[in-house]
């Protein structure tokens, strides 16, 4: 097998997955006729290949895990949604009339939340975006977001540049997964290879497959909140609490330090 | 990325299938509490990826396609189940009263479907198995499983086997899917490509995932009732009837000639 080009997976996949919930534009059917879900593709560097289904990332609020309304109430001021998606959340809170910018780096899937009704939306990497002049309040990484900090090398860049996009007394509310209660040996194994390797247990390297497409390989951050505290240390945001209830999801919310 | 190793993908699948279904047994979960449904991931020859749940593959009858129903009832004498899996249909009949075997080369699955309860299993190839002295009236091939002909040179040899196997008035009752009603560019352009590399367009070229495992390549043939008229031309067997009401799925009805 040639390697697979890379594109825009998520917008190629977000796209289906809204024609799928929708009924509207084309979609991708099983031998014609019975509806196929949309199915996200990850692969990680040890050969793990998982699917799951795409339609969550359109879930409407009454089908969210309860941090998700958590983190909402958390809200306040100009909110910049980071890994925004399809919109889910971001439209919420245009819905209830905040001040809400979401962003993505994926083309097509922001073009799936302006179509769905998202005002201000900015197609850019945090980094690339922080030399704007837009100033938030509050910075929210739903969805598992958090594992955008990637790992200990790249977080302290990554919040560098939402110090820069931050008006004073801003907030960072992310969720993110305790990825060290599975007992499943390939887990457990794949963490254990991690640290030999000088990396954290849940720093995991994965790319993304839709149909014919692949995105580089990537690092996406799962860890505990003792380690999420060692891998902000140093950087201008500290951690302020960490919201549990939900374990092994946990929302972490993070202030400006001084 | 290595290969990944090969291994028993479908047993796997359905092992993990089986825990979700029944709440029994260590099932993979996403993040360690969000139940995840089992995925079924296939690799086609050009590239594309899809993902599909293995759930279906666990179906009681009121969940099945219509056609499956229309094919038990065509079931007489003794019948072989090929391709059984987890034994879906193989123990519909069984409790029908009916005299079946559920033949899968995958172990895995038959393990599941003798915990299920099927009682006669054979962990087997169709060629292999052609020289018992087991003798059936009736050889069913659902769950698409008209696929397992393969292509124009593997089907004589398949249908030959079958042929050892049958008693006198035997037939063959076997869902397949025509390809060729999709106006999807990915599908389009691959039957095209297969015909100019002399393949019939439907006949695929997959391999499945499973976790940290793969099959080995294979052919696996999605071909349009007239097709299926020429590829049997010459074997023991003749199309009888074909039963379209499901279209683009199909029922084909196969009888030993003279």
Redesign the interface.
């Given at each position: 097998?040639?390697e697979?080009?890379i594109g825009d997976v998520f917008g190629e996949m977000i796209r289906d997955a809204y024609a799928v919930r929708t009924g509207v534009g084309?979609r991708?059917?099983?031998?014609?006729?019975?509806p196929?879900?949309v199915?996200?593709?990850i692969?990680r560097?040890?050969?793990?290949?998982?699917?799951?289904?795409a339609d969550h990332y359109l879930g409407e609020p009454d089908e969210w895990?309860p941090h998700d309304h958590r983190a909402l109430r958390l809200c306040r001021g100009h909110v910049l949604d980071i890994g925004a998606g399809a919109g889910r959340t971001a439209l919420e809170l245009q819905r209830r009339g905040m001040a809400v910018t979401g962003l993505d780096t994926s083309r097509g899937a922001i073009e799936i939340a302006r179509r769905r009704g998202l005002r201000d939306t900015v197609i850019n990497t945090v980094d690339a975006y922080a030399s704007a002049s837009a100033r938030y309040d509050t910075f929210l990484l739903l969805g598992?977001n958090l594992g955008l900090l990637e790992g200990p090398e790249r977080a302290p860049v990554f919040l560098r540049a939402l110090a820069q996009l931050a008006n004073p007394g801003a907030r960072i509310i992310a969720q993110g997964?305790?990825?060290y209660?599975?007992t499943?040996p390939?887990h457990v194994g794949y963490h254990r290879h991690n640290r030999e390797r000088g990396r954290l247990g849940g720093q995991l390297r994965l790319r993304l497959?839709?149909?014919?497409l692949a995105t580089e390989w990537f690092d996406y951050l799962?860890c505990s909140p003792a380690e999420l505290e060692q891998v902000i240390a140093g950087t201008p945001w500290r951690l302020k609490s960490i919201d549990a209830d939900?374990?092994?999801?946990y929302l972490a919310i993070m202030e400006l330090a001084g």
């Open positions: 097998m040639r697979p080009p084309p991708p059917l099983a031998g014609g006729r019975v196929r879900p199915i996200e593709v692969e560097d040890d050969g793990l290949i998982n699917g799951a289904p895990q598992n997964t305790d990825p209660g599975t499943d390939v497959r839709y149909r014919l799962n939900d374990h092994p999801y």
